[in-house]
């Protein structure tokens, strides 16, 4: 199946995306509806946050670009001292912008 990529196919792919979107979203609120949560739930629940995010970062730590790396490092280093994660994203961030421009 193929879409042109005309205004209205464009379109046509954000509607898709959006209804795709909310469907996963609304459904994992409507199937969690059904579940009772446990502690055992529970730390599953916590727990997935945390895989997911490592299954992001650990690839860009072995196959990342400089500007990567230096993300990586200076989120790290900026969490560690401010416990605070929005400055450190947006140091990251800072510091994979200025690398990439820099060099």
């Given at each position: 199946m193929t879409i042109e990529t005309t205004t209205t196919g464009v379109l046509i792919l954000i509607l898709i995306m959006t209804l795709?979107?909310?469907v996963t979203r609304f459904g994992g609120?409507?199937?969690m509806s059904f579940v009772r949560i446990n502690p055992?739930?529970?730390s599953f629940i916590n727990t997935m946050a945390s895989s997911v995010l490592i299954a992001i970062i650990v690839p860009m730590a072995?196959?990342?670009d400089a500007g990567a790396l230096a993300a990586l490092s200076v989120?790290?280093?900026?969490?560690l001292v401010l416990q605070k994660p929005l400055p450190a994203i947006g140091a990251g961030v800072f510091a994979a912008a200025?690398?990439?421009y820099l060099f």
């Open positions: 795709v979107t909310l609120v409507f199937i055992r739930i529970e072995f196959e990342g989120t790290a280093v900026t969490m200025a690398l990439r």
